[in-house]
DNA sequence: GTCTATAATAGGATAGAC
DNA sequence: GTCTATCCTATTATAGAC
């Protein structure tokens, strides 16, 4: 079949807005149908199983997205510094510089959290395991590639939280900086 | 007046149970009503504005519990080692060793996060000032003492996300295990 | 102070016209 | 494919009995 004007892909990335934004328990069908353009009903013509198929599907689009925009790069060849650079830059796009948050926060709460569970987790595994192959190729001993992966993770989401909470993205800002010049200083 | 037999610090204890673990928008006045067990309309009796009032107070006795359970212990006189090691174990217990999520983060989504935006700046800002001014102490200089502060709750943060998302609480304690560590290395 | 009952509204979801 | 209209349930909130 054709593709629609508006691609399912276009759709998802204005779903996962609001998901990102409100997370899923605070996200409405208005909200969702609203920022898509459409009306409630037409909604669910395309997503049959409603809110909860919005939210899968939008994670699992979220986690394309990831890995070709951030992930991509750490498993190129060539040597290690450019391509951690490279993710940094790719974090940094894609977190909008600190004003969006992360869904492995925002659709881990509550509900969704048990909704999401299994690829919620599996997306963290990917993150930490592409993060770990690459601290290992910078020489790092497995134990440390693990423990740097885990940490760098740990800093990005800590910061999207921070700057959310204090409503400042110069936090997240300043967090990637800092992460950028970390990779030398860590093995 | 004479204090009620559960007094509103165990209700407001109660409550923040709901909204750590379902966020703002997903802790219903049912859920609210039941954890602290009784019927919704009793609980409009002791917060006439409601959901939000709820949200405001629990928000302040946390933050009046975490200043006397994980703060206090930064301020005291004495060697600097052991009382950032009192903090870290008043984290500890304070997160439930993972199980527990952040006001800073499930709070902070949404509507909520317009709401309570200044009670949450606040918190965060003086918590990050009692660290900074510890690692003052510690012989940190003035900017390296910022920095260290924020990376410290940075930390924090983003392991209870992590914890929570990939619904493994190892997470957490490993990354507060690290931290106590952390003080003397980041001279 | 707490409860039952109930209002009023919002939210998720569907039917059926166009 | 999209819309209007509608249904049902959950949710916030209040009235009034005990």
């Excluded at 395309?46 to 198929?53: L, S, T």
């Excluded at 994670?59 to 790069?73: C, H, S, W």
Aim: proline content about 5%; glycine content about 8%.
């Amino acid at each position: 079949m054709r593709p629609s004007r508006t691609s399912r892909e276009e759709i998802l990335q204005k779903l996962s807005q609001v998901f990102r934004r409100d997370g899923y328990t605070g996200a409405s069908l208005a909200d969702l149908a609203n920022a898509v353009g459409l009306g409630k009903a037409s909604l669910y013509q395309k997503f049959p199983d409603g809110k909860a198929q919005m939210g899968a599907e939008v994670l699992a689009e979220i986690g394309r997205n990831f890995d070709r925009e951030v992930l991509a790069p750490l498993r190129e060849p060539g040597p290690v510094e450019p391509r951690f650079s490279k993710m940094i830059s790719g974090v940094r796009k894609f977190y909008e510089d600190g004003k969006l948050s992360c869904t492995l926060d925002t659709l881990s709460l509550g509900e969704a959290g048990q909704l999401y569970r299994h690829p919620l987790a599996e997306a963290i595994r990917h993150w930490q395991e592409t993060l770990t192959t690459l601290a290992r190729e910078a020489g790092f001993s497995p134990a440390r590639a693990v423990v740097w992966a885990e940490e760098v993770v740990i800093s990005i989401e800590g910061a999207l939280v921070l700057s959310r909470a204090a409503n400042d993205p110069e936090i997240f800002r300043r967090a990637v900086k800092r992460l950028g010049k970390r990779l030398a200083d860590s093995r």
